[in-house]
């Protein structure tokens, strides 16, 4: 039996971790599920989104403003990061490789994240960046006797929204259903008039400034420092094992899992933190090899 103060720190950590998780991977599980493309350049966004959210909290620091207003720049460098590197990559390098194998395209997006890796510290130096402000700015509360940053709980409602916002486009939206129609086949959808070009730069734009929002979100509570990019990257491919590649709610459902793992292994046995992570993931794939929720996917004949 667990003690009271050690169950409440492993909810609320595993809380924190699982929202941490699921907006830096969602991104990945985005690009996948529509252009079946497992995007590992997907841990440069993330890098990206990071640096920038840290280098401009940092400088709109300098000026002696109020510092609530750098809660603002976060979503504002992810989507500048985003959008700029995400048009760049889609339409400059990976539209020539549409319909190419795809251990091909998994070469590609490596080395593309190297290029983002190299690119991180030719902008922003190899010295570390610490955003504090945002995470300063709301304070802490206690909770059962237990300090906790406010900022923490935010990440977790923002999580929620995104998860929900994303829910709601793909379902309820005109958009939405098109773009299903197109993740279940391509061929059909070209005849039918869609512009499936246009939704693949769009997805991979969104996954893109997803990626980078993770990085900026966690920017605030974290050492950013080179080599981040490739810590995310392996575990958001574990959380889209875990849940299904290509589906959403999978990537939602994966992240809980890995974050309470996480938590767990962390304070009743501390060794196993890593170790943990990847024992879910193979327990997981030995009876469900294609992950909780994967897409179904048809078969031509």
């Avoid at 909290?57 to 460098?77: C, H, K, M, R």
């Amino acid at each position: 039996m667990l003690p009271m103060l050690t169950a409440i720190a492993i909810i609320v950590d595993g809380l924190g971790f699982s929202a941490w998780l699921f907006l830096s991977s969602v991104g990945l599980t985005l690009i996948y599920g529509v252009m079946r493309i497992l995007n590992i350049a997907h841990g440069g966004f993330y890098a990206l989104g990071a640096y920038s959210a840290a280098w401009s909290i940092g400088l709109y620091s300098q000026t002696g403003s109020t510092i609530a207003l750098t809660f603002l720049l976060i979503p504002v460098a992810a989507l500048v990061a985003g959008v700029v590197s995400g048009l760049l990559i889609e339409r400059g390098i990976l539209r020539f490789m549409y319909g190419k194998d795809e251990i091909l395209m998994v070469l590609v997006t490596y080395a593309i994240f190297l290029v983002l890796e190299d690119v991180t510290k030719l902008i922003w130096g190899t010295d570390s960046y610490v955003a504090y402000q945002p995470a300063f700015y709301f304070g802490s509360i206690d909770v059962l006797g237990i300090p906790y940053t406010v900022y923490r709980f935010i990440v977790i409602g923002v999580a929620a929204v995104v998860g929900a916002a994303l829910w709601w486009a793909l379902n309820y939206t005109r958009s939405g259903k098109l773009l299903m129609v197109v993740i279940e086949d391509r061929e059909v959808s070209a005849s039918l008039g869609i512009n499936v070009t246009l939704f693949f730069t769009v997805t991979f734009v969104v996954g893109a400034v997803l990626g980078a929002f993770g990085g900026a979100v966690a920017a605030p509570e974290i050492s950013v420092t080179p080599g981040i990019g490739a810590e995310i990257i392996v575990l958001a491919f574990a959380v889209i094992v875990i849940g299904g590649m290509g589906s959403v709610g999978g990537a939602m459902i994966g992240a809980i899992i890995v974050g309470f793992a996480r938590a767990f292994s962390v304070h009743v046995y501390p060794p196993a933190e890593l170790f943990s992570i990847y024992l879910v993931m193979a327990v997981v794939l030995a009876f469900r090899p294609y992950g909780l929720f994967a897409l179904a996917e048809g078969r031509k004949i």
